[in-house]
Each structure stands twice: as C-alpha cells, then as structure tokens.
C-alpha cells in the first residue's frame, strides 16, 4: 500500500512539474515579449495575467516599483502559483518613488511640489494614519514617508520643527531624528519640505512612500501563493487594527496556504507582514462607531469576531501559512501582525528587530509578533530584538505554542499573552528582557524556559472573551480572566524578583502548578509546595554577547544545578485547561513530549536538566544561541 501511494505521489509531481509554465520578468524585458528567459516581461502585474497554478513567477535582478496584485491563486500545496526572486540575484519591491528636483530654502532645508497626479488615487501626503486603539499623541501622522539613501525621516507636525529640528531624546537614534520633514498638500499639489541636513537630495537617493502595499491580493481567497527571496521596503502602509482590514507591505488577504519565505522586509511606515483581516467584517468598527459612546472597544471586537464565524472562518478557508526565514526590520508597528487570519499557521526562523523605534506615534497593537485569535499557531525559533515588545498574542490564544525563540532588549516585554483561556504553551524560549513575561490569561505552560526578567501576572474580570471548542474555530463560549490555570515546569530564573512570580499566583483564583524550576538569587519562597525546586544564593553573571552575527549567552552553573534531576513533562503531566477543558497536545490532538531542547536535541534520562538546553558544555562560559548563517 506504501509503495502505491509513493507511485501516486510521484505521478502527481511529474504531471505537475509537466503542465507548469515559468514566466520570466527583467529590468530589460518588454510587456510585449513572451515571458521567455530569452524574451522576459517587463513588469511583474503584467506577467500575473498568464500565471495559473502550478506556475512559477521569477523576477530577474533590480528594482521595481509596483504593487503586485495577484489575480489568481493556487489549488493546493502542489498546485501553487509561485513569485520568486531568481537564485543568486537581489530583486527589491518597492512602495516608493525616486523624488528628484528639490529646491534649497536654508540651512539645509529643501522643498519640493509634486502634482497630485503623480499619486493616482492613493496620496500618501494626504492620507492620515487613523484606526481602532491608535493613540497619534496629539497631532498628525501620514502614511508616507521620505527616505535619503535608503534611511527614513522623520515626520513633524509643523513646518518650523522641520525648519529648526530638535533631537528626539531617549530613541534608538537621536541623532537621526535630525533629518525630518513635513508635507502640505491641497486639492492641485502635494508640498513636502525635508531637512537633509548636510545632504543634497540632488545628488543623493531620495525617495517618498507611494503606495499602501507591496504585494496584496485586491480580493480575498486567492490561496496557495509563495513569496520568496525579495527585498520588500518603502511602502505607505495604514494601521492594522484587529477590527479593521489589514494591509502591511506583504498581506494575504484572508486566505490559506500562503508560503512567505527567505525575504528582507524593511522600512515600513507601519506593518511588515500582515495575515489578517478583510474589510468586509467590519473596518475599524470603534472609531467609526462614535454615537455609541457605552460600547467599548472589547465589545467591538467580539461583534467582528462573530462577524468572521459568518464569514468562513474555518481551517478550509483561512489561514495555514507559513512565515519562515525572512529578516524583518524598521517598521513602526509590527513585524508581522493578524486578526484572525494566521490560524494554523508556522512562524519560524524570522529575525526580526528595529520595531517600533521611532516612537513618534503609539497603540496598542504593537510588537514584533502581534496577532489575535493564533488558534493552533505555532511560533518558534525567530530571534526578536529591540522590538518595544516582543510576541505579543492577543484573544482566543488557543492551541498556540512559542518554542524556542531568543527574545531581548524588548523594553516592554518579551511575551505578553492576554485575555485568554489557554490552552497555550511557552516553551525552551530564551528570554532575556527585563520584564519576560507578561501573562494576562489563564491556562498557560511555560516549560524549560530561560528567564531572567520579571514574570508578572495580570487578571481581567471586566472582559469577556471568546474561546472554542479544541482545535477549532467552533465557539465554546466567553468568560472573564480570573488567574491561574498555569503550569510553571522546568524553568530557569534568574531575576532578582522571579521569587514574586510564586507570590503573584496567591490572589489567583484557578490553582496553579509549579516544579522542577531552578531560581538563582533567590531565597526558598514560603508558599510554593513543590519538593522539586531549587533555590540557588548566587548569581550566574548572564551575558549577551552579539559578534559577528552570531549571539551567544554567558552564564556559570555549579554543581547543584547539574544535579537538579527535572521530570520529562508531556501531555499527560500538564492535564486539561479548566474553562477549555482541553489538553495541551499537538492541533491533530497528538500527545506532545517536551523531549527537544532549544537546539532540537534530544533530551535523555541522562541530562534531564532545567531550562532549554539538554547539554551544557560552556566553552569559556559561553554558549552559542544564534548562528550568523541563520536569518
């Protein structure tokens, strides 16, 4: 019976690899060729007319400046329609244009006037950032933005900050908010002054954001898409609230099956990445609802929520991407973000930093990694940095597990988990920031974790939130954040106050369940009843040391936390959620064994040890956490 369906797997491939067409793009090709690698296409939306599944799209060395629409999607995992960059060659997307033609005021100070023909019916200039749980801090904010060599200004809501620029305080760049600018535009014309400071925009690359996206589907259910090997920057990207349409400079458009791959995506005004929500479920439901001044924004969403339960939010019709391998940097609101639409997907392999660091503007839907409703997503081994907030899993966090991920010098938080009912796993994660953990839900596992900031516990019994039966979108009902239901196994802390986080869960009214964990500076906590906790009087010195790429993490371990023999959790140890009263398994319901360390190395009877590494030979205190050649 095998070797019959390895035959029909096998038949299938050929007849694909048979019926599939590849279709060339050039910066020196014609529309009017014939898509050849003799005669290529010039554009890539023209090359989209003839693509159908099974087709590969490549795209040849240069820049275009487009917003890639797809027209139609693939059939199956093995019937996609595939855009790619050809091997060995930089291809860049871009959401701008080249802005030539400026005229110096003083002082480093320039002017431009651009028709508003030049914007089509999207202007950037005249398009405000606005949406659901957006905070503009008291003043305006436009999409577009303006770029010297590749590096973005900064906007000012004035003409005289623009004329005399002060330096922002207490950002990454302080410096670099020097150069800004400031735009007027009417119903003829588009005005942008910028300081270049000692640059001249003549004689430098200077480009302004044109268009909302760079890739995105103008109509939902186009499934089975690949995206590979590009550089995507520079688009004038809106605010993705979960209520509202979701459109970053790479969006699937509440779909399935998309694979978004081996990317650099930079310099977004917004959002990066976005897997979420359509319009027609409702767009940015609070802010337009402004008459009803005692419907907060909790009950907008879960209005929107079962807004999508009519619309075909199921694991047929929605969701099951794979975001893998891309570098992901410079953008003000998330890296990758969704409502809805990221069920059942894969996260991986992503390093993501820079989020967030400008600061000219706030919300709350901001981090490396944001989505909502991430029923049975998985999200492992990306490294996130200076992000303002790392993971950030928001509603209906259901089946979701974050596994082995590096996360630091995130000033808010590494993980911050709210309003939920679980059941959810954290695990062999890394994390390094000085609050780590953030857990505003109840029915949680954090297992073999590394942490060595603060671990706070939040409870809600003001909001109600959804939750599902197992392993689907089939609601269950809605409750209140009450506390507890945690499982805390096998961690390691070394914050001064992770010995609170036992003393949190006092208040809590769901019990919780601690052992095998290891707390360094610490003295033994009062409450806990565990036999199997090890409170060490001293101080591992943890370093993180970034060279050349590669990180690697310094600690010192004595003989007491080698001999601190831990249990091998699964499935069976950690039981069921009590307001799910679902396991914490695998989305098919197979029985998870928390057997992998951080590396993907077994763990053995042998060296059943705390936290996420199952072998510790420290050479010269120091352990290798991410290499150079990974993303």
Known sequence: MRDKIKLLA????????????????????????????????LTINHAINFAFPGDTITIHAGTYREWVKPIRGGTSDLKRIIFRAAPGETVEIKGSEIITGWSKEKNGLWKVVIPNSFFGNYNPYQELIRGDWFIDNDREHHTGEVFINGKSLYEKETFEKVRNPVAIKNIVDPVGSTYTWYCESNATHTTIWANFQEYNPNKELVEISTRKTCFYPEKPGLNYITIKGFHFSQAATQWAAPTAEQIGMIATHWNKGWIIENNVIS????????LGKERGTGHNTWTADVGNVNRDGNIHYIEVVFNVLR????????????????????????????????????????????????????????????????????????????????????????????????????????????????PYIVDNNILLSETAIVNWSQGGAYINNFITGSVKLVTDKNRFTPYFLPHSMDMGGLTTIYGGDDRFYNNILTGADTNGMSSTYESSELPSWMNGNVYFNQEKSSINDSDNEVYLNYDPVVALIEKEGDVYLQFSVNKAFLDHKVEMISTQTLGKTKIVKAAFDNPYSSEIIFDLDYFGINRSNDNRIAGPFSNLNLENGQLKIWNSEEP
């Not at 310099?267 to 976005?274: F, L, W």
């Not at 891309?326 to 990221?342: H, K, L, P, V, Y």
């Open 267 to 274: 310099d977004s005004k917004t959002n990066g990445i976005t």
């Open 10 to 41: 096998l038949f299938i491939c050929i007849t694909t690899n048979i019926s599939a067409k590849e279709y060339h793009i050039s910066k020196k090709g014609n529309d009017s060729n014939n898509g050849s690698i003799q005669s290529p296409f």
């Open 311 to 422: 619309n075909n939010w199921d694991k047929e019709h929605v969701g099951s991407h794979i975001v893998r391998n891309n570098t992901i940097f410079n953008c003000e609101q998330t890296a990758i973000c969704g409502s809805m639409g990221a069920v059942f997907s894969t996260i991986e392999n992503n390093h993501i930093y820079n989020i967030y660091t400008k600061r000219q503007f706030k919300g709350y839907e901001m981090a490396g990694i944001k989505l909502h409703a991430p029923v049975d997503v998985t999200i492992k081994h990306n490294r996130i940095h200076d992000a303002g907030r790392g993971i950030w899993l928001d509603w209906m966090v259901q089946g979701a597990r974050v596994s082995s991920n590096l996360l630091y010098r995130n000033d808010m938080d590494d993980v911050l988990i709210e309003v939920s009912h679980g």
